[in-house]
């Protein structure tokens, strides 16, 4: 065992699977020689070859036709995407090729394919490279989208999306790579990747986030807690599937609902989450659910940041709310 950042825990994951399973290869800019922008790829060129760690041209639409193709023969891709602002180039291939080849063929061939992109702000980037635009990707019929938030999540979830079948859009909150640590046991035992993760218990409010915004919410939850007030924190890891059988069983025991996001508000995916509990259970609530969101604009230049990213301080006013004023 051994303690890890998030960033290092992606790359024990690849180092894993590329050891035991030869179908699985690596592509993108500069995975190669210079282990990617982020470094998430240190090392394995050296340790598995150039025909199996592939530096791509600057072409990301290229990067995903390349992958599906791959996918389709035999192999296990994991392209790496520099940052989630430059995926819409390969937006034709992922929404009309990865997601419907299963469906296409009847079966046939599936797509067993994995698009690796940092995502996020927070770290004082242009607007393209502070992208949280997973909601565009879970819309898609046929795509997963997994997001971790631990070292430990990177690793099980990384290798269930490489063993997966089906195309996984795996989205890597980069304001916490480097930051977050935790032990993680190289063991090769995945995740599920149709669940949520219960990372707190509480009785009085249910708090569902996911990526980064973990880290303000257990703050806000411990800050909470010694004014009397007990938030249970799911991380919802899965943004599609949505795991809502845990968030339904939370909230009949806490009867209200906070879900926190760092993506803009409108067709969020906490929106799909409020939709959703308010069909399957209403009659559980004591409050009406509430977001805490980023706010409807481009991500703003490094000065401006701060006004767009949500602090501990915005969670507990909004769980505060709930709380005490609905009784």
């Known amino acids: 065992m051994a303690e890890l ?4 825990a992606v790359n024990l994951a690849l180092h894993h699977e590329m050891a035991h399973d030869p179908n699985v290869v690596v592509l993108g800019e500069d995975v190669g020689d210079n282990g990617g922008v982020f470094r998430a790829t240190v090392g394995l060129k050296e340790k598995y070859g150039c025909k199996r760690v592939i530096d791509s041209p600057l072409a990301e639409a290229l990067i995903a036709g390349v992958t ?19 995926v819409f180039p390969a937006m034709e291939h992922l929404m009309c090729h990865a997601a419907r080849l299963r469906n296409r063929t009847r079966g046939r061939l599936t797509c067993p394919a994995v698009f690796r992109a940092p995502f996020g702000g927070g770290i004082h980037a242009p607007e393209h490279h502070s992208e949280s635009v997973e909601a565009l990707f879970a819309h898609i019929p ?24 089906d195309p996984i859009m795996f989205f890597e909150p980069k304001r916490i790579y480097r930051t977050v640590k935790s032990d993680v046991i190289d063991d090769g035992t995945a995740l599920p990747l149709d669940s949520c993760f219960t990372l707190r218990k509480g009785r009085d409010l249910t708090l569902v986030t996911w990526g980064a915004c973990v880290v303000e919410s257990l703050q806000a ?11 249970e924190v799911l991380d919802l890891a899965s943004i599609k599937p949505i795991d809502m059988a845990s ?5 009949e025991k806490t009867n209200r609902l906070l879900v926190v996001h760092e993506a803009c508000q409108t067709c969020g995916v906490g929106a799909e989450i409020l939709a959703r509990v308010s ?13 805490v969101t980023g706010t409807d604009t481009i991500m703003p230049y490094y000065r401006n940041e701060d006004y767009f990213m949500i602090q501990e301080e915005d969670i507990v006013i909004a769980a505060k709310e709930l709380v005490e004023g609905w009784k």
């Open 247 to 251: 968030i339904v069983a939370s909230i």
């Open 279 to 291: 069909e399957q259970a209403m009659c559980l609530l004591k409050a009406p659910p509430k977001r």
């Open 142 to 165: 046929g795509i997963k989208v997994v997001i971790p938030s631990s070292p430990q999540r990177a690793y099980g979830l990384l290798l269930a999306a490489i063993r997966s079948n």
């Open 221 to 231: 939850a411990s800050t909470l807690s010694k004014q009397g007030i007990e938030v």
């Open 68 to 86: 599906v193709g791959m996918a389709t023969q035999g192999l296990r891709p994991v392209a790496e995407f520099q940052f989630q602002g430059f």
């Open 5 to 8: 950042t998030l960033l290092e």
